[in-house]
Protein backbone atom coordinates (compact mmCIF):
# COMPACT_ATOMS: atom_id res chain seq x y z
CA UNK A 1 0.00 0.00 0.00
CA UNK A 2 1.28 3.62 -0.85
CA UNK A 3 1.33 5.73 2.01
CA UNK A 4 3.01 9.33 2.29
CA UNK A 5 3.55 10.82 5.09
CA UNK A 6 4.57 14.84 5.62
CA UNK A 7 6.11 15.96 8.92
CA UNK A 8 7.55 19.28 9.42
CA UNK A 9 4.82 22.00 9.79
CA UNK A 10 4.24 24.72 12.05
CA UNK A 11 3.85 28.05 13.25
CA UNK A 12 7.15 30.34 12.32
CA UNK A 13 7.46 34.48 12.50
CA UNK A 14 7.57 36.03 8.55
CA UNK A 15 10.92 35.52 7.25
CA UNK A 16 11.74 32.11 9.13
CA UNK A 17 12.45 28.92 7.69
CA UNK A 18 11.12 25.56 7.75
CA UNK A 19 11.82 22.10 5.86
CA UNK A 20 9.10 19.60 5.85
CA UNK A 21 9.38 15.69 4.71
CA UNK A 22 7.76 13.90 3.36
CA UNK A 23 8.14 9.94 4.21
CA UNK A 24 7.26 7.27 1.36
CA UNK A 25 6.84 3.67 1.58
CA UNK A 26 4.81 0.56 -0.52
CA UNK A 27 6.69 1.28 -3.84
CA UNK A 28 9.76 2.18 -5.17
CA UNK A 29 10.65 5.71 -4.62
CA UNK A 30 13.52 6.29 -6.64
CA UNK A 31 11.77 5.39 -9.42
CA UNK A 32 8.49 8.38 -9.05
CA UNK A 33 8.55 12.18 -9.29
CA UNK A 34 7.38 13.50 -7.10
CA UNK A 35 5.62 17.22 -5.84
CA UNK A 36 4.21 19.34 -3.43
CA UNK A 37 0.98 21.41 -3.44
CA UNK A 38 -0.57 23.53 -0.91
CA UNK A 39 -3.65 24.27 0.02
CA UNK A 40 -4.09 27.57 1.60
CA UNK A 41 -6.81 27.70 4.39
CA UNK A 42 -10.20 28.38 2.70
CA UNK A 43 -8.96 28.30 -0.69
CA UNK A 44 -8.13 26.18 -4.20
CA UNK A 45 -5.25 23.76 -4.73
CA UNK A 46 -1.36 24.99 -5.86
CA UNK A 47 1.36 23.28 -7.14
CA UNK A 48 4.59 24.33 -5.59
CA UNK A 49 7.34 22.35 -7.06
CA UNK A 50 8.48 19.01 -8.25
CA UNK A 51 11.02 16.92 -8.94
CA UNK A 52 12.41 13.70 -10.84
CA UNK A 53 13.51 10.41 -9.38
CA UNK A 54 16.41 10.84 -9.50
CA UNK A 55 16.73 14.13 -8.08
CA UNK A 56 16.61 16.14 -11.40
CA UNK A 57 14.93 18.28 -13.04
CA UNK A 58 13.53 20.52 -10.19
CA UNK A 59 10.91 22.46 -11.10
CA UNK A 60 8.83 25.55 -8.96
CA UNK A 61 5.92 27.89 -9.01
CA UNK A 62 7.03 31.18 -10.01
CA UNK A 63 5.61 32.34 -6.18
CA UNK A 64 8.03 30.51 -4.25
CA UNK A 65 11.37 30.16 -6.84
CA UNK A 66 14.28 31.32 -5.05
CA UNK A 67 12.51 30.86 -1.68
CA UNK A 68 12.20 27.11 -1.67
CA UNK A 69 14.12 24.39 -2.58
CA UNK A 70 12.78 20.75 -3.06
CA UNK A 71 15.44 17.37 -2.76
CA UNK A 72 15.04 13.85 -2.12
CA UNK A 73 16.77 11.54 -0.42
CA UNK A 74 16.03 7.75 -2.18
CA UNK A 75 18.19 5.51 0.09
CA UNK A 76 16.03 6.65 3.10
CA UNK A 77 12.65 6.77 1.23
CA UNK A 78 12.36 10.60 1.69
CA UNK A 79 11.03 13.92 0.14
CA UNK A 80 12.00 17.21 1.34
CA UNK A 81 10.99 20.88 1.08
CA UNK A 82 13.03 23.48 2.43
CA UNK A 83 11.65 27.08 2.65
CA UNK A 84 13.20 29.88 3.53
CA UNK A 85 11.91 33.41 3.62
CA UNK A 86 8.65 32.98 4.66
CA UNK A 87 5.73 35.12 3.73
CA UNK A 88 2.07 35.03 5.32
CA UNK A 89 0.91 34.38 2.15
CA UNK A 90 2.41 30.93 2.52
CA UNK A 91 0.27 29.67 5.04
CA UNK A 92 -1.08 26.53 3.93
CA UNK A 93 -1.88 22.95 4.17
CA UNK A 94 0.95 21.36 2.11
CA UNK A 95 1.08 18.25 1.00
CA UNK A 96 3.19 15.93 -0.76
CA UNK A 97 2.02 14.22 -3.64
CA UNK A 98 3.84 11.27 -6.24
CA UNK A 99 3.67 11.08 -10.17
CA UNK A 100 2.02 8.96 -11.42
CA UNK A 101 3.92 8.92 -14.58
CA UNK A 102 5.65 11.29 -17.56
CA UNK A 103 5.29 14.04 -14.72
CA UNK A 104 1.35 15.09 -16.09
CA UNK A 105 -0.62 14.01 -12.78
CA UNK A 106 -0.45 13.21 -8.83
CA UNK A 107 -1.95 9.65 -8.08
CA UNK A 108 -1.12 9.09 -4.68
CA UNK A 109 -1.42 11.62 -1.81
CA UNK A 110 -0.12 12.17 1.84
CA UNK A 111 -2.70 13.90 4.48
CA UNK A 112 -0.57 17.25 4.61
CA UNK A 113 0.84 19.46 6.66
CA UNK A 114 0.27 22.79 7.94
CA UNK A 115 2.45 25.70 7.67
CA UNK A 116 1.69 29.08 9.20
CA UNK A 117 3.63 32.02 9.09
CA UNK A 118 2.49 34.54 11.24
CA UNK A 119 3.49 37.00 13.93
CA UNK B 1 0.60 29.54 -18.40
CA UNK B 2 -2.68 27.64 -19.05
CA UNK B 3 -5.39 28.87 -17.15
CA UNK B 4 -7.93 26.33 -16.48
CA UNK B 5 -11.67 27.82 -15.61
CA UNK B 6 -14.30 25.46 -14.12
CA UNK B 7 -17.66 25.80 -14.02
CA UNK B 8 -20.26 26.05 -11.88
CA UNK B 9 -18.59 27.11 -8.77
CA UNK B 10 -21.16 25.19 -7.06
CA UNK B 11 -23.46 22.51 -8.20
CA UNK B 12 -26.54 22.69 -5.60
CA UNK B 13 -28.03 18.73 -6.40
CA UNK B 14 -29.86 15.68 -4.55
CA UNK B 15 -28.46 12.20 -4.49
CA UNK B 16 -29.13 10.16 -7.74
CA UNK B 17 -29.36 13.46 -10.09
CA UNK B 18 -26.44 13.62 -12.77
CA UNK B 19 -23.90 16.19 -12.31
CA UNK B 20 -22.26 17.98 -15.13
CA UNK B 21 -18.89 19.75 -14.33
CA UNK B 22 -17.16 21.39 -16.76
CA UNK B 23 -12.90 22.84 -17.49
CA UNK B 24 -12.02 25.28 -19.81
CA UNK B 25 -8.58 25.66 -21.04
CA UNK B 26 -6.97 29.27 -22.02
CA UNK B 27 -5.05 26.87 -24.49
CA UNK B 28 -5.48 23.87 -26.49
CA UNK B 29 -3.72 21.32 -24.34
CA UNK B 30 -1.55 18.92 -25.95
CA UNK B 31 -1.11 16.90 -23.05
CA UNK B 32 -3.27 15.27 -20.46
CA UNK B 33 -6.27 16.68 -17.80
CA UNK B 34 -6.88 14.91 -14.96
CA UNK B 35 -9.45 15.25 -12.65
CA UNK B 36 -9.57 15.55 -8.46
CA UNK B 37 -11.66 14.97 -5.39
CA UNK B 38 -11.73 16.63 -2.73
CA UNK B 39 -13.82 15.98 0.72
CA UNK B 40 -13.58 18.39 3.99
CA UNK B 41 -10.43 17.96 5.92
CA UNK B 42 -9.12 15.39 3.57
CA UNK B 43 -5.95 15.36 0.59
CA UNK B 44 -7.56 15.33 -2.52
CA UNK B 45 -8.03 11.77 -4.43
CA UNK B 46 -7.23 11.17 -8.55
CA UNK B 47 -10.25 10.31 -10.28
CA UNK B 48 -9.50 11.13 -13.92
CA UNK B 49 -6.14 11.19 -15.37
CA UNK B 50 -5.82 11.28 -19.34
CA UNK B 51 -9.11 13.12 -19.65
CA UNK B 52 -11.08 9.92 -19.59
CA UNK B 53 -9.31 7.33 -17.92
CA UNK B 54 -10.32 6.25 -14.23
CA UNK B 55 -8.31 6.02 -11.68
CA UNK B 56 -7.79 2.63 -9.62
CA UNK B 57 -10.79 1.84 -7.73
CA UNK B 58 -13.12 4.80 -8.74
CA UNK B 59 -16.40 3.77 -9.55
CA UNK B 60 -18.06 3.76 -12.84
CA UNK B 61 -20.42 6.30 -12.47
CA UNK B 62 -17.19 8.61 -13.01
CA UNK B 63 -16.77 9.91 -16.29
CA UNK B 64 -14.35 12.30 -17.97
CA UNK B 65 -14.27 13.86 -21.38
CA UNK B 66 -13.38 16.70 -23.94
CA UNK B 67 -10.20 17.48 -25.46
CA UNK B 68 -8.47 20.54 -26.69
CA UNK B 69 -9.75 23.16 -24.37
CA UNK B 70 -13.41 21.70 -23.10
CA UNK B 71 -13.32 19.29 -20.70
CA UNK B 72 -16.31 17.63 -18.85
CA UNK B 73 -16.49 15.37 -15.56
CA UNK B 74 -19.95 13.53 -15.01
CA UNK B 75 -21.03 11.80 -12.47
CA UNK B 76 -24.16 9.81 -13.30
CA UNK B 77 -25.98 9.34 -10.30
CA UNK B 78 -24.94 11.27 -7.59
CA UNK B 79 -24.11 8.98 -4.17
CA UNK B 80 -24.38 10.60 -0.76
CA UNK B 81 -20.26 10.69 -0.89
CA UNK B 82 -19.89 12.25 -3.95
CA UNK B 83 -20.85 15.80 -2.42
CA UNK B 84 -17.04 16.87 -2.21
CA UNK B 85 -15.46 19.90 -4.44
CA UNK B 86 -13.69 18.40 -7.63
CA UNK B 87 -10.86 20.05 -9.12
CA UNK B 88 -9.71 20.00 -12.73
CA UNK B 89 -5.79 19.89 -13.00
CA UNK B 90 -3.08 19.76 -16.25
CA UNK B 91 0.55 20.20 -17.10
CA UNK B 92 2.07 21.16 -20.09
CA UNK B 93 5.68 20.02 -21.24
CA UNK B 94 7.98 21.50 -19.22
CA UNK B 95 5.68 23.74 -17.30
CA UNK B 96 3.91 24.65 -14.54
CA UNK B 97 1.15 22.03 -12.99
CA UNK B 98 -1.96 24.30 -12.58
CA UNK B 99 -5.12 23.49 -11.12
CA UNK B 100 -8.94 24.85 -12.17
CA UNK B 101 -10.09 26.75 -8.53
CA UNK B 102 -13.13 24.10 -8.13
CA UNK B 103 -16.80 23.18 -8.28
CA UNK B 104 -18.34 22.05 -5.23
CA UNK B 105 -21.16 19.78 -5.51
CA UNK B 106 -23.64 20.67 -2.63
CA UNK B 107 -26.22 19.00 -1.58
CA UNK B 108 -29.66 20.55 -2.35
Known amino acids: EVQLLESGGGLVQPGGSLRLSCAAS????????MGWVRQAPGKGLEWVSS????????YYADSVKGRFTISRDNSKNTLFLQMNSLRPEDTAVYYC????????????WGQGTLVTASS | EIVLTQSPATLSLSPAEKATLSCRASQRLTTSLAWYQQKPGQAPRLLIYDASNRATGVPDRFSGSGSGTDFTLTISSLEPEDFAVYYC??????????FGQGTKVELK
Open chain 2, 89 to 98: QQRTSRGPWT
Open chain 1, 97 to 108: ARDRQHGLDFDY
Open chain 1, 51 to 58: IGGSGDPT
Open chain 1, 26 to 33: GFTFSSHA
